[in-house]
T-cell receptor
Framework: NAGVTQTPKFQVLKTGQSMTLQCAQD?????MYWYRQDPGMGLRLIYY???????DKGEVPNGYNVSRLNKREFSLRLESAAPSQTSVYFC??????????FGSGTRLTVV | QKEVEQNSGPLSVPEGAIASLNCTYS??????FFWYRQYSGKSPELIMS????GDKEDGRFTAQLNKASQYVSLLIRDSQPSDSATYLC????????????FGTGTLLAVQP
């Protein structure tokens, strides 16, 4: 039982490059989320998807786009990476009002 | 005012003592409350959930909720060095979605 799988685990990008962070869950959860975690700032919601086919902005959506490809997969895209997007990114999923299950995270550095 | 507030710590306790972690929240309509443990370099792990006023115990962990005071706490009894981690408080607001608001976490250090 894999839970929530994120790829890649580490990535270094140059300013202006693009990339997609992948996330997949095998728990049949309806809701999926993307957070970023920065020192002193805690976990901040970038985008979420309450169900397949829907996405909504969170607290810090600028510079990101998402796709809920199907019930299992929720990807996060950086179209033109900036140093301010250097962070640790976590994908999570949940069923109803239960707590989240997090993926292992992606450490992204933009130089 | 942040929606979920925690003291960043570090909170240092000796091995075997009780560690008390506190969290306040601003949305009076919040219904679901969670505590996560996050080891350095790892992802958050759910350790407790609480939905109604009072205490909820699970092994060495006790979550306490007081909705009137908008206050959630986590007690860790018989603290062990392996409990050293950052503890994140998370609150589901009164809206229709399941999204959680996280505090910035309290760093707990258990001294052997």
């Amino acid at each position: 039982n894999a839970g929530v799988t994120q790829t890649p685990k580490f990535q270094v990008l140059k300013t202006g490059q693009s990339m997609t962070l992948q996330c997949a869950q095998d728990m049949n959860h309806n809701s999926m989320y993307w957070y970023r975690q920065d020192p002193g700032m805690g976990l901040r919601l970038i985008y979420y998807s309450a169900s397949e086919g829907t996405t909504d902005k969170g607290e810090v959506p600028n510079g990101y786009n998402v796709s809920r490809l199907n019930k299992r997969e929720f990807s996060l895209r950086l179209e033109s990476a900036a140093p301010s997007q250097t962070s640790v990114y976590f994908c999570a999923s949940s069923r109803d009002s239960a707590g989240y299950t997090f993926g292992s995270g992606t450490r992204l550095t933009v130089v | 005012q942040k929606e979920v507030e925690q003291n960043s710590g570090p909170l240092s306790v000796p091995e075997g003592a009780i560690a008390s972690l506190n969290c306040t929240y601003s949305d009076r309509g919040s219904q679901s409350f969670f505590w996560y443990r996050q080891y350095s370099g790892k992802s958050p792990e759910l350790i407790m959930s609480i939905y109604s006023n009072g205490d909820k115990e699970d092994g060495r962990f006790t979550a306490q909720l007081n909705k009137a005071s908008q206050y959630v706490s986590l007690l860790i009894r018989d603290s062990q060095p392996s409990d050293s981690a950052t503890y994140l408080c998370a609150v589901k607001g009164s809206g229709a979605t399941n999204k959680l608001i996280f505090g910035t976490g309290t760093l707990l250090a258990v001294q052997p």
